[in-house]
């Protein structure tokens, strides 16, 4: 999607708290940024839905490339929770962008603590058993119903 400053908190900043949001700072004129879009949308395509994909034309958007401290392109910037987290810059190789990627995701133990409900809780919990942020979830939720026993 193509995100301007007047969308970028909505598009960007607020979408990141759900999941990791990629943008590309690009510019028509620049090879380089020619060469990586494909490369990121094809993996926004493959990950269906795990991260976001947005690009800024820097050229169009001076402000906001100059506020995210752009002065080279193509600049990759990862966000999370409504802060940048991990950037690259310049065209890489569909092997190392997607490895960049896979450091961002969240693990499946983490998708399905994200979701909530005794029944994610425990699936979480029974692809990653040392996840024990989805442990006091679930020993919270439990307590919540008064199941005291469960919880301990």
Not at 136 to 148: C, P
């Amino acid at each position: 999607m193509d995100v301007t400053a007047a969308t970028f908190e909505r598009d960007v900043l607020e979408a990141s708290a759900e999941m990791p949001v990629l943008v590309d700072f690009w510019a028509s004129w620049c090879a380089p940024c020619r060469a990586l879009g494909p490369i990121l949308e094809k993996l926004e395509r493959e990950h269906a839905g795990r991260f976001r994909l947005a690009k800024v034309n820097s050229d169009e958007e001076q402000e906001l490339a100059a506020a995210f401290g752009v002065r080279s392109i193509p600049m990759v910037m990862a966000f999370r929770n409504a802060r940048p987290v991990a950037q690259f810059l310049g065209a890489q190789p569909e092997t190392q962008v997607r490895a960049f990627i896979e450091r961002l995701l969240p693990s499946p133990s983490e998708v399905e603590r994200l979701k909530g409900g005794e029944a994610a809780l425990r699936k979480a919990l029974e692809l990653d058993p040392r996840n024990d942020l989805a442990r006091l979830d679930l020993a919270e939720l439990l307590i919540g119903e008064k199941r005291i026993d469960e919880a301990e």
